[in-house]
C-alpha cells in the first residue's frame, strides 16, 4: 500500500467539499430515531440525487441512504448529534441544503469540508433596512483564535464574512439574499446554530502554534524565532 502524504491527507480531507453557499432550504418531513442514531428523511427540490452522495444540512456533512418522490434520507450518528444543533430538529423544520462540490463548479464561498466542531447561539439581531446584524457568543477559546475580522465562517452551513470579533464570539451582516435562500431569516435571539471555522485559518494558526512549540521562550524574547 503506497504511503499517504501530506498532499494526499487534505486530498482526503477535502474528499466531500463544500463552499457554503447553499443551494436552497429543504423540510424534515419525517424523524426516526434507533440505537444507531436519528434518520431524517428530507423534502428537497433536487432532481438527481444520488445514493451515497454528500450532501450538507446545516453544514453537516451526511450520506445519502435513500431516496423516492422527492425525498431523500440520512443518518446521523449518537456523536454528530451532540455536536451540533441536529437534537432540535423537528418534523417541518427548515434546513439549508448544499451538494459536494464538483470539480468544475465554481468556486463562490470557502472552504467547508462539513465538519461541524461547535454549536453557539445568536446574541444579537438587528435590523438595518433589509439587511440584518447576527451575533454569535459561545464560541470556544480555542475557535476564537480561528477567528478574524473579514475573515470566514460558517453558521449553518451558510458562508459568511466577520465583522467583528467578540469576546466569545463574532458578528456577522446578513443580505437580503442570504436570508431569501437560508434559514438564516428563522433565527432570533437564543437560537442555537452549527458553526464551522475556516479550514485555512485553522491551518495557519496550528503551523504557528507547532511552530512556537519548537523554539525556546529565549529564543523568542532575543527575537530570533527564525
Not at 31 to 42: A, D, E, K, P, V
Not at 116 to 139: L, R, Y
Request: net charge neutral; with cysteine; proline share 3%.
Amino acid at each position: 500500500m503506497p504511503k499517504i502524504g501530506p498532499q494526499s491527507k487534505v486530498q482526503e480531507s477535502f474528499r466531500s467539499m463544500f463552499t457554503g453557499i447553499v443551494d436552497h432550504t429543504g423540510i424534515i418531513k419525517e424523524i426516526n430515531r434507533s440505537s444507531r442514531g436519528l434518520t431524517l428523511h428530507i423534502q428537497s427540490d433536487f432532481s438527481e440525487i444520488t445514493l451515497g452522495e454528500s450532501i450538507a444540512i446545516d453544514g453537516v456533512c451526511l450520506t445519502v441512504t435513500t431516496r423516492q418522490d422527492g425525498l431523500f434520507a440520512v443518518e446521523i450518528s449518537p456523536e454528530t448529534e451532540n455536536l451540533t444543533h441536529c437534537r432540535n430538529y423537528q418534523h417541518g423544520t427548515k434546513v439549508n441544503l448544499e451538494r459536494a462540490m464538483k470539480a468544475s463548479d465554481r468556486f463562490g464561498g470557502h472552504w467547508v469540508s462539513g465538519h461541524v466542531e461547535q454549536t453557539a447561539q445568536v446574541s444579537k439581531w438587528v435590523s438595518h433596512a433589509e439587511f440584518k446584524e447576527m451575533g454569535i457568543s459561545g464560541i470556544s477559546s480555542e475557535r476564537l483564535s480561528f477567528l478574524s475580522p473579514k475573515g470566514s465562517i460558517t453558521v449553518n452551513g451558510v458562508s459568511l464574512t466577520i465583522n467583528e470579533v467578540t469576546k466569545d464570539g463574532f458578528t456577522v451582516m446578513l443580505i437580503p439574499h442570504t436570508l431569501e435562500r437560508t434559514n438564516l431569516k428563522d433565527l432570533f435571539v437564543g437560537s442555537e446554530v452549527n458553526i464551522e471555522c475556516d479550514w485555512m485559518a485553522k491551518m495557519v494558526v496550528n503551523e504557528v502554534r507547532q511552530l512556537f512549540k519548537s523554539i525556546s521562550p529565549q529564543k523568542v524574547l532575543e527575537g530570533k524565532v527564525l
